[in-house]
């Protein structure tokens, strides 16, 4: 079965520099979620999108940004990058269906590192 | 706000011991339940899920069963294999906190040999 694609795998970065975290979900999913996983941590959700539209948003630093696009794949952007910034990247979508709407399928992730 | 508590870990087992780990959960409304696991190096993956009360979520030998009257939902395995050493999420979906997940802290698994 199909699941969520997300690209980069690894990315290495310096102080200051930019990021774009791309995530693709799965065919029929019109949901996508950010989460970021620090070193030992739980994920901590970033933000959502349904059909395009940001729907819900969480401890987002105003350095980032992201967004949904027609073919509903989404990406993070991320901007004048810390040191702090360095952890796992996820991206989740969930289906349309009733009753499913719920579960997040998670991608891969991005592991970010700043240098 | 909606919050989930995890037993503390790690929790280290031998091959074939019974698991248990608990897991709690504070939130209004009706939301939905899930265990999600993540193996070293890897991403998160979706273990069971209960949606509604009384409701048995089971896969790969673990279950959990979502038992509103003390909001818990503790997982379970009969026989654990060192394959199963992980990161075991517990997590909330719904209550006040509609579309985003709210995690347990996660409970570090090993099985040894």
């Known amino acids: 079965a199909a699941g969520v694609i997300q690209s980069p795998r690894h990315l290495i970065k310096e102080k200051r520099e930019t990021a774009t975290l791309k995530c693709y979900p799965i065919?029929?999913?019109?949901?996508v979620y950010w989460y970021q996983q620090g070193p030992g941590q739980d994920p901590q959700f970033l933000i959502s999108?349904?059909?395009?539209?940001?729907?819900d948003k969480g401890s987002i630093p105003d350095r980032f940004s992201a967004q949904q696009f027609s073919d509903y794949h989404s990406e993070l952007n991320m901007s004048s990058l810390e040191l702090g910034d360095s952890a796992l990247y996820f991206c989740?979508?969930?289906?349309?269906?009733?009753?499913?709407?719920?579960?997040?399928?998670f991608g891969p992730g991005t592991r970010l590192l700043v240098l | 706000g909606d919050s989930v508590t995890q037993m503390e870990g790690p929790v280290t087992l031998s091959e074939e011991a019974f698991l248990t780990i608990n897991c709690t959960y504070t939130?209004?409304?009706?939301?939905?339940l899930f265990w999600y696991v993540q193996y070293p190096g890897e991403g998160l993956q979706l273990l069971l899920k209960?949606?509604?009360?009384?409701d048995k979520g089971s896969n790969k030998g673990f279950e959990a069963t979502y038992r509103k009257e003390t909001t818990s939902f503790h997982l379970e395995k009969g026989s654990v294999q060192v394959s199963d050493s992980a990161v075991y999420f517990c997590?909330?979906?719904?209550?006040?906190?509609?579309?985003?997940?709210?995690f347990g802290q996660g409970t570090i698994l090993t099985v040894h040999p």
């Open positions: 065919p029929r999913h019109d949901t």
């Open positions: 209960a949606t509604k009360a009384d």
């Open positions: 989740a979508s969930s289906p349309t269906e009733r009753g499913d709407r719920e579960t997040q399928y």
């Open positions: 939130a209004t409304g009706y939301p939905s």
């Open positions: 999108f349904y059909e395009k539209m940001q729907s």
């Open positions: 997590v909330l979906a719904g209550g006040t906190s509609y579309g985003k997940l709210t």
